[in-house]
C-alpha cells in the first residue's frame, strides 16, 4: 500500500481521534512535546496487506527515525496481526481496536515522569531499550542520582561486541560524563536531541 492509502484511512479516523494529526503513515498526537505517540501505518511485501503499530517515543533521545520499541502491533478483532486493503468493517474494526488498545495507551504518557513509569514496568523486557529510556527519562526529570545508576546498569549490560550496542553505549557514556559533570548543560543536551529528532523525523511543526 501507499503512503496516499494511508493517509485516507487515517482521515477516516481522525474525526474520533481529536488533537491527533496526520504525516505520511503516522496518526500522532499533537502537540507533541518532547514524546511522539500515536500509531504507525507499516507495509508488507504483499501489496494488500499492512500493520498498524502503535507506541510512544521519546524524542529527548537522539532519533534519526520511528522504531516501534515502545509498544504493540494493533490486532484485528479477530485476533490476527495483518490487516487488508479493503476487508471488510476496515475503518468500524480499526476504529473500535485503537479506541480500545491505542488510546488508553497513549493517553499515559505525556511527560518524562510517565517514560519511567512505563520503563520501570517492562525491565524484564528482552533487550536495553527500556532500561536506556529510563536513564534518559530520569535525567530529563532531573533526577540525577537514579539516571546516573542507570546508565551504570545499562553500561554493563550493552555489549560492544554488537555493533548497535556500542554506538548506544558510547553516547550513554559521554553523556552520563555530561551528567557527571554539569546536570545543567545535561538539560540543555536533551533539549538539543528534542529538536534535532523533531527535524530528523520531520515533525518540527507539531512540536
Not at 41 to 48: C, E, L, T, W
Not at 141 to 164: C, H, I, N
Not at 166 to 183: C, G, I, Q, S
Amino acid at each position: 500500500m501507499k503512503y496516499k492509502e494511508f493517509e485516507a484511512i487515517s482521515r477516516e479516523l481522525l474525526c474520533s481521534l481529536p488533537g491527533f494529526q496526520i504525516k505520511g503513515p503516522l496518526l500522532f498526537r499533537a502537540p507533541i512535546g518532547g514524546i511522539l505517540s500515536g500509531i504507525c501505518f507499516d507495509r508488507s511485501v504483499n501489496v494488500d496487506i499492512f500493520y498498524v503499530e502503535y507506541f510512544f517515543l521519546p524524542l529527548f533521545m537522539r532519533r534519526e527515525y520511528i522504531s516501534f520499541s515502545f509498544g504493540d502491533r494493533l490486532r484485528h478483532p479477530s485476533g490476527q496481526e495483518a490487516w487488508e486493503r479493503g476487508m471488510d468493517g476496515l475503518i468500524p474494526d480499526l476504529r473500535r481496536m485503537i479506541e480500545r488498545e491505542v488510546l488508553p495507551f497513549v493517553s499515559r504518557v505525556n511527560t518524562a515522569a510517565d517514560v519511567v513509569r512505563e520503563a520501570e514496568a517492562r525491565l524484564h523486557y528482552p533487550g536495553p531499550h527500556y532500561l536506556n529510556a529510563l536513564a534518559y527519562a530520569l535525567a530529563r526529570m532531573g533526577q540525577t542520582k537514579r539516571s546516573l545508576a542507570a546508565f551504570d546498569k545499562l553500561l554493563a549490560e550493552l555489549d560492544p561486541a554488537v555493533f548497535w550496542q556500542n554506538d548506544l553505549a558510547n553516547e550513554a557514556r559521554r553523556f552520563k560524563v555530561l551528567l557527571e559533570t554539569d546536570p545543567d548543560q545535561a538539560q540543555r543536551q536533551l533539549d538539543a536531541w528534542t529538536d534535532e529528532s523533531l527535524r530528523n523525523l520531520r515533525l518540527e511543526k507539531y512540536r
